[in-house]
């Protein structure tokens, strides 16, 4: 079993940054990939972007590319998520979850644990 806490939310300015950490706990070798989800009020969960625990190949959402970055620490099983120059429809909860299934992937099916998540709101 394999528990994951995210942290690092918060309200921020248009324009502002975030760094987020999910820190995974348990059987953390059940686990190889990482991937950052978010849900926006009345939308569906959408993924963000993903990390392989193994080769650390990432993708990104295109809504996201070039002002989001994902990063792992393997040796403290831990993800992170920092994101710049952020705007007002990147407002929503945050969602880490791990992957028990080898490559990093946005199709959340893969996806076999999850965090609560942290709300991330922007705005002036």
């Known amino acids: 079993q394999v528990s994951l806490v995210e942290t690092g939310g918060g309200l921020v300015q248009p324009g502002g940054s975030l760094k987020l950490s999910c820190v995974v706990s348990?059987?953390?070798?059940?686990?190889?990939?990482i991937g950052w989800f978010r849900q926006a009020p009345g939308k569906e969960r959408e993924g963000v972007s993903t990390?392989?625990?193994?080769?650390?190949?990432?993708y990104y959402a295109d809504s996201v590319k070039g002002r989001f970055t994902i990063s792992r620490d393997n040796a403290k099983d831990t993800a992170y998520l920092e994101m710049n120059n952020l705007k007002p429809e990147d407002t929503a909860v945050y969602y880490c979850?791990?992957?028990?299934?080898?490559?990093?992937?946005?199709?959340?099916?893969?996806?076999?644990?999850w965090g609560q998540g942290t709300q991330v709101t922007v705005s002036s």
């Open positions: 990390i392989s625990k193994t080769d650390g190949r990432a």
């Open positions: 979850a791990a992957s028990r299934s080898f490559g990093a992937s946005l199709l959340q099916r893969r996806y076999d644990y």
């Open positions: 348990g059987d953390t070798a059940d686990y190889h990939a």
